[in-house]
């Protein structure tokens, strides 16, 4: 095994994960063209009541999982998210909250929400101009409101982080949002390489070599300090990390006993799907992932942790040498192991190698070539 491995807290991911999202809702007000859970106007009665949720919270809290967000959606379409939220203040959770923007985002929610306990909100910035942010969007408006929102939430003195899907509609905007992004004063960018499921499709999606070149970006804007980064299903921006400073996976451990570094201090985390993170439906289906819709169990039939630890689809993902092609391969599998969500889309395989990564590890011999699409 991979000495690198030994870094990884491989006990702590196997007995509960790093962050917990809730998706606490599907009705949202926006029409968001990518929109992975496919949101509509209206609440799904199959979503968890509150009772429901509030056994979800307490689980959550009991288990100390280190990071919990609620997702949607959007959670202000709950009329009893105050009290949740409240509860997770109460049960000492260290929580945030995705809320869509739309009028329902009023400084008189936003303050009740702060005063109930969020002391984070992120909010959703996908691209530079109006133009381009609400086209993905779906209604005119909503950027300028975006922009509303920013200034409101941090007058409220509530932390911010911005989400950006990005996708062929923004590949030449990295720059542009990054320099709008930092005027916000945020602590952290999380940048989500879309992947086709829901109403997303591949056509939306970048490239292999188009998503080396994002992420190159990304790194080049990281070093510059404005903020932190981190991607979701985008994984190998770790490898890029890596490559980059020049650390090879198997000399991480000791290159951070002798130079601490915070990004490469996440690197060595590893979380990725169901290996330190843990989606849980507005049903209760729990999933790897948002974007990775197979479920290992309900909460309404199982406790969250026995779905997690024990679920054959979560102990397997886990497994970094069960991967399968060039990512079962690659020197870089324990920290990275690709996108299962993008195999799954794309190859209907949960292990498969990830198509939209362009490095072709060492073992392989160059036998595959790298993949354009």
Known sequence: MDPAFSLLPKNLYADRPYIAIWEVTR???LACVHCRADAQGRRDPGELDTEQALRLIHQLADWKVPLFVMTGGDPLKRSDLMALVRECSRRGLNFALAPSVTPLMTVENLRKLRDAGVHRISLSLDGADPYTHDNFRGVPGTFDRLIQAVER???????????????????????DMARLIKTFGVDLWSVFFLVPTGR????????????????NQLFEVLELGW??????EAHHFRRIILQRYGVKPDELPSYLSQHPNPVLARVARGVSDARGFVFVSHTGEVCPSGFLPVSGGNIKDAPLAEIYRTSPLFTRLRDADSLQGKCGRCEYRYFCGGSRARAYALAGNVMAA????????PASGMTEPASRN
């Open 27 to 29: 009705a949202c007000d």
């Open 200 to 215: 997303a499709h591949q056509e939306q999606a970048l490239t292999a070599v188009e998503t080396e070149e994002v992420l």
């Open 227 to 232: 903020f932190d980064i981190k991607t979701t």
């Open 354 to 361: 990830d198509p939209y990564c362009i490095y072709q590890p």
């Open 153 to 175: 939430i941090r007058q409220l003195g509530i932390h911010l982080q911005i989400n950006t899907t990005m996708s062929r509609h923004n590949r030449d905007q990295v720059w």
